[in-house]
């Protein structure tokens, strides 16, 4: 079975300063992928940033970047130079690309971030 | 600019009443997923297709749920009859696997009074 964990219920950063927010998975599947998804107050599920298992670069789409580290199963999502905008509830997902899962895509619980001014 | 469409935005329901909810996948896409989330269970996976397969709709309740593909643009969440715990909002996401795209619905609110 597949598992993500994400262990930080909230955070907190100011305007501009860069953040972390931890994932860590599960599964004994090989090949998989990794994603993150923003959802603001309005209650959209927006898609952030994806990380496949063999990619041997680390993923990154303007201000967010994944770092993955495969070896300890952790995808951490790094947003830099942070804005009030960014604001939201952020979900780590992964989905198995093989096996009876195949497709598959498992959530986090969430993090809740409040970026300050 | 492709996007996974659902209908209805916002749904208001007698308890009782039969509620269908449709979502229309991105064209070419071969996996669509019904979650449902409340702020008590967070995302819940309800069921998911493969290539218009069920494939795991072990998540959802089975004496009122029921989840359909009709054809390749269409998937359908049925509640018969409705609970007041079924409110919730309801996203319909569909994906290419293999691939890195999995794209969500903009939700349907379900409210059961």
């Known amino acids: 079975a597949q598992k993500i964990t994400q262990t930080q219920p909230g955070m907190f950063v100011q305007e501009k300063e860069a953040v972390t927010l931890d994932c860590t998975y599960d599964?004994?599947?090989?090949?998989?992928?990794l994603f993150w998804y923003k959802q603001p107050s309005s209650g959209e599920m927006i898609f952030l940033i994806y990380q496949g298992s063999y990619d041997q670069q680390n993923a990154t789409e303007g201000r967010y970047s994944l770092n993955f580290q495969k070896a300890r199963k952790s995808a951490n999502l790094v947003i830099s130079a942070s804005q009030l905008g960014d604001s939201a509830m952020y979900f780590c997902?992964?989905?198995?690309?093989?096996?009876?899962?195949?497709?598959?895509?498992?959530f986090g619980q969430g993090t809740i971030l409040t970026v300050h001014p | 600019d492709a996007r996974v469409t659902q209908t209805p935005r916002d749904k208001v329901t007698e308890m009782g009443q039969e509620v269908t909810m449709r979502c229309q996948p991105i064209l070419g896409h071969n996996t669509v997923f019904w979650y449902r989330q409340t702020m008590m269970q967070g995302l819940e996976l309800l069921a998911y297709?493969?290539?218009?397969?069920?494939?795991?709709d072990s998540g959802m309740p089975k004496d009122r749920f029921s989840a359909e593909m009709p054809d390749a643009t269409l998937a359908t969440l049925k509640i018969q009859p409705s609970e007041p715990r079924d409110s919730a909002v309801y996203f319909c996401?569909?994906?290419?696997?293999?691939?890195?795209?999995?794209?969500f619905g903009q939700g349907t609110r379900l409210t059961v009074v």
């Open positions: 599964t004994s599947d090989p090949s998989y992928g």
């Open positions: 297709f493969r290539n218009r397969a069920p494939l795991d």
């Open positions: 997902a992964m989905r198995v690309t093989g096996g009876t899962s195949y497709g598959k895509l498992t």
């Open positions: 996401a569909s994906g290419l696997v293999p691939g890195d795209e999995a794209f």
